[in-house]
Every structure is written in C-alpha cells, then in structure tokens.
C-alpha cells in the first residue's frame, strides 16, 4: 500500500464518523459562502445601480448607521451644485416597502427634473410628471412578478398608485426597483422637503486629482454630509460593514465546529490505532512520515467537506435568490474571491484539527504501544 493511500483507507475503517464529519464540514462551509454571498451580492447591486446612473460621488448623513433612516435637506442640493467642479446634483429619497407579492422592494423618489430620469429606458410607457402625482415607474423584474402593465393600479404601503412606465433592465437593483415622483414619496412617507442622499456627477470624473480635490472641497463646505466615492460606497457604509462582520462571525462559529469534528475524528483514529503506528515507527518510519500522515487524513477530510459545502452554498444562495424578502434587494452571487477564502479556511481547519492528534501520534513509543496491545 502506498503511503498517499492511507489516508483514505484509515478514514473508511470507520466510515460512518468520517462521513458525519466531512457532512459537518460542508455545513459549515456551505453556510460561510451563502453568508458573504449575501453580503457581496448586496453590495455589488448597489455598486452596479450607482455606476449605471453616473453617480461619481454619494452624498449622505454623517454619522448615520442606517443610510436610509437618514434625511436630508432636499435644498441643499442646490448648494452642492455651485461648488467648482460638480456637474449635476440628484436628490433622492429611499424606501423599503413590502409589496402585496410579498416581494421586499427599494422604492425611489426622483425629482421631476432630476438628471437621475434620463438613465433609465423606457420599455412601455412614460415616466409621471406634475399631471400624474400618483404614477410609478415599475422595474421590468418587478412589472413581472407583480403581473402589472401600464395603466394597471400598483399599491405602496396602502397607496394606490398608476403604473405609468415600465422600464428596461440595466442593472439588477435597478430591475428590482420601484420610482415615484419625489413629491408623491416625500407626502407618503411623511418626510417633505426631505431626502436620503445626493447622487453627484462630475464635470470631470475621470481626472483622479481633480475628483479628490472636489471631495475635498464638499468636506469642508458640509461638514455635516459624507462624501464617497462610487466605487468605494459600500466599503464606507455602516450597514455592509455590520452584515459584513455579522457574516463573518457567524461562519467563524460554524468553521469553529467543523475544526473540533477534525480533532475529534482524528484524534479518535489515532488512539484506536495506536498498535498499528507503533509497528510502523517499529519498521523505521520517521516522525515527520506519522505525522504527515494524519495531517493528510485531515487534509483529505476538509476537502470533501469543502467540495461537498461548496455545492451545498451554491444549492443554498439560489434558494436565497428566490425568497420573496430578498428577490426585490439583491442577487446573491458567487465570487474567486469568495471561493479561495473558503479554500484558506478549509485548509487552515485541515491543519489545525489535525495537529494535536498528529502530535498525539508521533509521542506513541512503539515498544510502549505494542506492549499495550
């Protein structure tokens, strides 16, 4: 038997525990990458919709957790706009609302002259204006799980509202979206005169020094707003910040277990078969060769587990993808990214639960050992 063949052949004498443990270990991984396929899917469809609007810089409270509990001054808009170097400024206020579908859906309010209009194209329809208060412009992902048409009532938090427009997908959030005029949002909620955050387009985004220097230059003249940039929006906001650590707690518990099942299960191997390894230190095997023959049981544990949790995240985020309270937020995805840190993490569990029984085994003295049996 070669020494590569071991491994296998040490973990299916009990076949039943191995199984169990690398089922564990794929628990516990398949959990790790549909948590931060949550997190990344939700913070790649914000990054999506404001680079598909030309938003180059954001605009919220400072200090605020919650980005859309908190409001703005929609007059300030026009104070942001006279700063040297800024091409538009787009006020918009941000509601999350659970449709009559059950599906949970971001809705926006947009003034009727907001440069935020002119990025989304028409399907069917039109967009509302002073003559259609109460007309909603439906996502086409949206339009269709609800079953509505244009002309069709659509009601938000007990509101009737005329689907006046449909419009074409171009990004996930955005086919997932629902807008109204500002005004008609701002009475509904409540919050007139009221936004959630400033979409601000540059004169010259492109121009890296130029960009940092308006930053800059909004800092100081409102001390109280956050600038971002674009790209970097979702690493400054507390909300993906807190699900970002939330899902990395939360699957340090579940790696946590499938490293005590490895310590468990190896470490149970190896007092079973104490004999065994003291006939082969008895024949000249070195330490190291003991050794590295538990790490690779371990080894070979975590990546079934792995293999196996892999599938069973990707099996578990499109179930994800379906659920009516996420459908209308995000799309989980699968990321490399994602994928070589379930490897590092696989890999450490492998080598961490092994080491104490590995340790274990190469303390067993073989004269004591087969003397014992």
Not at 264 to 279: C, P, Q, Y
Request: charged share 20%; glycine share 10%.
């Amino acid at each position: 038997m070669r020494f590569w063949s071991l491994p296998a052949a040490n973990l299916l004498r009990n076949a039943t525990r191995s199984f169990l443990t690398v089922a564990g270990i794929a628990v516990a991984v398949g959990s790790f990458l549909s948590l931060l396929g949550l997190c990344r899917g939700m913070e790649q469809s914000w990054l999506d919709s404001m680079q598909q609007r030309g938003t180059d810089i954001l605009a919220v409270q400072k200090g605020a957790i919650n980005m859309l509990s908190a409001t703005l001054d929609e007059g300030l808009a026009e104070s942001i706009r006279r700063v040297d170097g800024v091409a538009s400024v787009a006020g918009e206020l941000l509601e999350l609302v659970e449709l009559e579908t059950g599906v949970v859906s971001m809705v926006s309010g947009w003034a009727d002259d907001s440069s935020l209009w002119a990025i989304q194209s028409m399907s069917d329809g039109s967009r509302p204006g002073p003559q259609d208060p109460d007309g909603v412009v439906l996502g086409q992902t949206i339009a269709e799980l609800s079953g509505k048409r244009v002309g069709d009532t659509f009601e938000i938090s007990d509101h009737a509202f005329r689907v006046s427009g449909i419009f074409s997908a171009r990004d996930l959030r955005s086919a997932r979206s629902i807008v109204v005029r500002l005004a008609s949002l701002q009475e509904l909620m409540g919050k007139r005169g009221e936004v959630t955050m400033f979409n601000i387009r540059l004169v010259h985004p492109d121009n890296a020094a130029q960009s940092s220097a308006i930053q800059d230059r909004l800092a100081r003249g409102f001390p109280n707003l956050r600038f971002t940039r674009t790209e970097t929006a979702a690493d400054n906001d507390m909300v993906f910040l807190l699900l970002r650590s939330l899902a990395w707690g939360i699957s340090l518990i579940g790696l946590i277990t499938a490293l005590v099942l490895i310590l468990n299960t190896l470490l149970m191997s190896v007092l079973e078969r104490k004999t065994e390894i003291g006939v082969l230190a008895a024949v000249g095997w070195q330490t190291g060769r003991i050794v590295a023959m538990v790490v690779s049981e371990g080894v070979l544990l975590s990546t079934m587990g792995g293999i196996l949790g892999v599938g069973l995240g990707q099996v578990a985020l499109q179930w994800l993808a379906r659920m009516p309270k996420i459908l209308g937020v995000e799309s989980p995805q699968f990321t490399w990214e994602t994928a070589a840190e379930i490897g590092t993490a696989t890999l450490l569990l492998s080598i961490l639960g092994s080491a104490y029984p590995a340790w274990r085994a190469a303390r067993l003295n073989a004269v004591d050992a087969l003397r014992a049996e």
